[in-house]
């Protein structure tokens, strides 16, 4: 591994890649260290779902007690806004926050007698974020929170109880690459301690550059630690198991290498990990499902559950198109299945029950069991299935399809 390097400059313009996909416990934004919930509090979920018609999406924020309760929504007691806000949220807080979809401003709300109350809000817009991102905030602790800003190569520290900018953390301007877009990965943290990793993509979204950086964050002092590393790239997903934290490659490293090859367009698929008391990626550690897929596959680990087992969206390369310039909703047109392999071993992969659907590279695990969305072929209504127990079962379903799902208690 190279260098590294703390309390660098100020970078250039950034691009980003959003996936809609929200993990409850076990990797992203709901990485934060967390006040527990008492045994006695009803859980209470959220769901930010989005119906489109005629090139407008309205997007729907609704309440739920259960999400493997067999029942529709009708969005008659949901919040409706337009264009594409994000969720922001961490079970323990006390809160939550959505980001509006026309400007770059955080509003906070609140559950008050079962209903979405709002209050305060804070812009970014001086501090040059144009559009917000999904999966951008951590919620260190009730009055800290970071904003990661790709466009602008920093992080942004606010207030998320007075809704106020405390500061901002400029980022290198050497991890900007002219002529590629700049992802940056889901949050991963533990005490004390904030990471997540960059990597370089066309702007075709079709290839991605080799290596990866990591990007350390003191939550305390706020120091900043960057350390390359070119052993992995397109590291997006997140999870924390135990005091351990895994990265793991997206989809487009994975059908970047079928269609360019593993020089040109990326690799079969990559994991690095950051053992307990370490501060960056083990140097002897490197994983891949691929063997456990085994031949004419292709995957990308999603989410892992409280129990070690890493949930993996698979292609067959056969059948999934992958040609150069293949777009996202071409590549989920056909040919997915899911799996579940042991991340400690990452072999005897076991195919998971159930046909994925049109898209559904949503998952979400609540630590023990794990649900994925399928929706019809034109959207017209989306079912969250809980998948772990062998036989998929049928939960909460709704118009449209699913962006966000957050415990908020």
Known sequence: MAKQVKGAGRGGVMGGLGVCAALLVACGD?????????????????IHSAVESNGTRMNYFTLVDSLDQAKQLDYANSLELPGRPRLYAAQGIGFFAIGQGEAPTITRYELQ?????AGGSVSFQAEGVRALGAQAVLFISPTKAYYKDDAQAQV???????????????LPATLVKPGYITSLSQWASREGEAYFALGWTTRTYDQVLPGTVLVRFDTA???????????????????????ALYFFSGVINGLGHTAYSAQNGGQQDCILRISPGQRAFDEGYVGTISTALGAGKVGTIVSVTGDGRALV??????????????????????GWSWWSVPLETLSGATRVPGEPGPYS?????????????????NYSVSTLMEMSSGTPKAGV???????DVARIR
């Open 30 to 46: 709901d990485e934060t260290p967390k006040q527990p919930t008492p045994p006695t509090t009803q859980p209470q979920f959220l």
């Open 156 to 170: 942004i520290v606010w207030n998320p109880t007075e809704m106020v900018i405390t500061k901002t953390i400029p």
């Open 313 to 334: 969206q698979a292609a067959d390369t056969s059948i999934t198109p992958s040609a150069p310039g293949t777009t996202y909703s071409e590549w989920y047109s056909k």
């Open 361 to 377: 590279g949503f998952a979400v695990s609540d630590g023990s069991s794990f649900f994925i969305s399928q929706g019809t072929t």
């Open 397 to 403: 379903s709704f118009p449209g399809f699913v962006l």
């Open 221 to 243: 002092t706020d120091e900043v630690t960057v350390v390359n590393d070119d052993r992995c790239r397109d590291l997006f997903k997140t999870a924390r198991l135990g005091n």
């Open 113 to 117: 007698e079962g209903k979405l109350v």
